[in-house]
């Protein structure tokens, strides 16, 4: 069974006429005649009653009707679809976000997405630290990562989104909870609560390297993998944490996230695989760009 023969059939049934049908396909009315009967000789069936004055569909006509009109349909789109993912403007990007990514640019990346690509899902990956992101890189389970460099797997590529100064997280009741802004030297005897050190975490490095300029080494309290987990914690009283100051797009009940004097900040970037010509990502990256979504004049 052909697909064209189905598009005769269809135009047959709805014009409930021969010549009609066949002006309609651009074609002579004897060889449409001679399709649909082939067609039925094939279904074991007739589609349709013809007299000398009309043509009507059978019972089995009514039936294959609707069946071929959805598979018409689904034809249709599956064309459409097709050729909107060759043009990248329909596909599925993966992304890996950090975790206090999440909370800000997240929302911004898929209200983005949603206006300028509509036909783009999002799967979103996120509390990756900068190592599992590269690797979900390296291993083509990520298209693109929002990640804190730096990158060190070769065939990455990366612009710059943010430069975030880093926060104080401490509890709602905490002594430092009503200041103006936290110096670094304050939390001297405080339990921090930080990524653990196997995990690479580029924001625990600017943490010990913060505590460490103001003479004293944090001492951990709570190790965590993700962010969410840091604020329940700090939530909780059971300890401080720096972390980048987009959390405060997220704010959680029992923490107050207060400005530190003097702050390092800890950049944030979109990576991709340096070698992936896809036109979903080009689009992308090419909304982002539109949109003034990369740091002026960074490239």
Known sequence: ?????????????????????????????????????????????????????????????????????????????????????????????????????????????????????????????????????????????LDVGVLRPPVRQEGISHRPLADERLVAAVPAEHRLAAADIVRIEQLRHEDFIMYGATLGSVLNDAVVRSCLAAGFYPHLAYEITETSAALALVAAGLGVAVLPESIRSAPREGVVCKDIEHALTVPLVLAWRADDESPLLRNVLQVLERNDMFLEGAV
């Open 1 to 141: 069974m052909e697909l064209r023969h189905l598009r005769y059939f269809a135009a047959v049934a709805e014009t409930r006429h021969f010549g009609k049908a066949a002006e309609r396909l651009h074609m002579a009315q004897p060889p449409l005649s001679q399709a649909i009967r082939r067609l039925e000789s094939e279904l074991g069936v007739e589609l349709f009653a013809r007299t000398t004055r009309q043509v009507t569909l059978t019972g089995a006509g009514e039936v294959f009707r609707t069946d071929v009109e959805h598979i018409l349909k689904a034809v249709d789109e599956a064309v459409t679809r097709v050729g909107r993912f060759a043009e990248g403007v329909e596909g599925v990007l993966r992304v890996g976000l950090t975790g206090a990514a999440s909370y800000r640019q997240l929302p911004a990346l898929a209200r983005l997405l949603k206006r300028e690509l509509p036909h783009v899902m999002m799967e979103v990956h996120t509390e990756m630290l900068t190592p599992a992101q590269e690797l979900g890189l390296i291993e083509r389970r």
